[in-house]
Nanobody, 117 residues
């Protein structure tokens, strides 16, 4: 079955960096669009970044120039490099497999990122 396992979250000071990883299994990773979302306490889950099978990317305006999404198809892994972190980046970050039919989309369990001021 489809599995998405995130890692790399933690506590970091403002201005610092973290790299999140999402190890995927159970589907043909290379052709799927993968995305990172985040959800802060009391807020709706929001898209952070997306990368499709051709490695085209798009980002939320709030993270452009600071975050970079990438993928390694040989390792079935998608990454989120987060630089110049701000306290407002504090959230649970989720990896998502996005398909043409929402019922086939899949989520990871999430990893906590906390940025202290």
């Amino acid at each position: 079955q489809v599995q998405l396992v995130e890692s790399g979250g933690g506590l970091v000071q403002a201005g610092g960096s973290l790299r999140l990883s999402c190890q995927a299994s159970g589907f043909t990773f290379s052709v799927n669009t993968m995305a990172w979302y985040r959800q802060a306490p009391g807020k709706q889950r929001e898209l952070v970044a997306r990368i499709n099978g051709a490695a085209s990317t798009n980002y939320a305006d709030s993270v452009k120039g600071r975050f970079t999404i990438s993928r390694d198809n040989a390792k079935n892994t998608v990454y989120l490099q987060m630089n110049s972190l701000k306290p407002e980046d504090t959230a649970v970050y989720y990896c998502k497999r996005e398909t043409l039919r929402i019922e086939y989309d899949s989520w990871g369990q999430g990893t906590q990122v906390t940025v202290s001021s």
